[in-house]
């Protein structure tokens, strides 16, 4: 039971530093496309990025790390004993859909708090 608990704890590390990486990947991004790379050394920019930082790991991290479960639960349902080619296919491609929806969705909040707060 501990290493299944050790290996969730290891997932939701996992999730949270993934949405951290598409956060700071996509402020780097809206800074140099919108700001200028100057605009990074204001207290204004480290304060978007130490909040989203924590809001990004907190909110996308651990929510897609929800939806992963529950996914991976869902489709266990379905699997016999040993699952079949079709099965792996089909979660490795709904784990790769959902890694996407990670990455637009991370973008697209970062764009909307990067505007709200450079307006």
Do not use: C, N
Not at 1 to 10: F, G, K, P, Y
Not at 24 to 46: C, E, P, Q, V
Not at 68 to 86: E, H, I, N, V, Y
Request: aromatic share 16%.
């Amino acid at each position: 039971m501990a290493q299944v608990d050790s290996s969730r704890r290891t997932q939701r590390q996992s999730a949270a530093t993934f949405a951290v990486t598409v956060f700071i990947g996509s402020a780097l991004f809206l800074h140099w496309r919108y700001g200028g790379m100057t605009s990074l050394l204001t207290l204004k920019a480290l304060g978007f990025v130490i909040v989203g930082i924590f809001v990004s790991a907190f909110t996308l991290g651990i929510a897609f790390y929800g939806m992963q479960r529950s996914l991976m639960g869902w489709l266990a349902r379905f699997a016999t004993d040993a699952p079949s080619p079709t099965y792996l296919s089909l979660a490795k491609i709904m784990g790769t859909g959902l890694l996407a929806a990670e990455v637009v969705a991370g973008y697209l909040l970062t764009r909307a708090a990067f505007f709200w707060l450079y307006s």
